[in-house]
């Protein structure tokens, strides 16, 4: 797909990995909507890139009338939407049953409505206006869905039952998708990143940050969300990339703790 001049949404926008998208697609020439609900940081972001080229909707993924609402409203003020980028998430720590007793049912029901029903809500109502796109490419291509995982869909750690339940099912979504999509030329693919410098670890102690980056096995590192940012380019510009969870995470692989 030629990115110049194409409409995107990317919930989760306005930090970290949504955030770094958001910057690469502006420089591909796509006009972005972003979905949050900090509407500050997007403000933010929108003053850097121009209100021309970026809008904020504030969305809880979860609900049904906020996505569908504000997706129809971006076809109304872009024209159409050809990409979507599902980032919004949430993170949990807490065991099935420990000291303080068993996994409260609303924590991790939070956990799965935001993670995977909101990735699942999104693309859904995308993918109604996708539909209506003219074609793209000579293939009938008429969009692509990137939504996200986590290397803890394939080695959740302890304490991350609730997350990698909701990351694992994203994971299981991507082949239904695509095939559940490709007669209207819509493509679904997902990011699975490994460790990625976010805010969340500049709260961290030197010595347990310098632990996880030796844990990586090359390069010996955390991942930048601008890595995650050009992948994403990469997926929506390569027309044959379908149904694929790829694994950003330099070989990592997580130990139990």
Not at 33 to 47: G, K, P, T
């Amino acid at each position: 797909m030629e990115l110049n001049g194409k409409v995107a949404i990317v919930t989760g926008g306005a930090s970290g990995l949504g955030r770094a998208t958001v910057e690469a697609y502006v420089a591909q020439g796509v006009r972005v909507a972003i979905f949050d609900l900090n509407e500050a940081s997007a403000n933010e972001l929108i003053a850097q890139l121009g209100a021309d080229k970026v809008a904020f909707w504030s969305v809880d993924v979860a609900d049904q009338d906020s996505v569908r609402n504000a997706v129809a409203a971006v076809v109304e003020t872009f024209g159409a939407v050809h990409i979507c980028n599902n980032y919004a998430g949430i993170g949990s720590a807490c065991k099935t049953y420990g000291k303080n007793g068993v996994f409260p049912l609303d924590e991790y029901m939070k956990v799965i409505n935001i993670n995977l029903v909101g990735t699942f809500n999104v693309s859904r109502y995308v993918a109604e206006q996708m539909a209506n796109n003219d074609p793209v490419n000579d293939d009938g291509g008429r969009g692509v869905i990137i939504n996200t995982s986590s290397v803890a869909a394939y080695e959740g750690q302890i304490g991350q039952l609730a997350y990698s339940a909701s990351k694992g099912g994203v994971v299981g979504m991507t082949l239904p998708m695509a095939r559940d999509l490709a007669s209207y030329g819509i493509r679904v693919n997902t990011i699975v990143p490994g460790l990625i410098h976010t805010p969340l670890f500049e709260s961290l102690p030197e010595k347990a940050y310098r632990s996880l980056e030796a844990s990586v096995c090359y390069p010996p590192r955390l991942g930048r969300p601008a890595e995650i940012a050009h992948l994403s380019v990469c997926i929506a510009q390569n027309d044959y990339l379908n149904g694929e969870c790829i694994r950003l995470d330099g070989a990592i692989r997580m130990q139990p703790r």
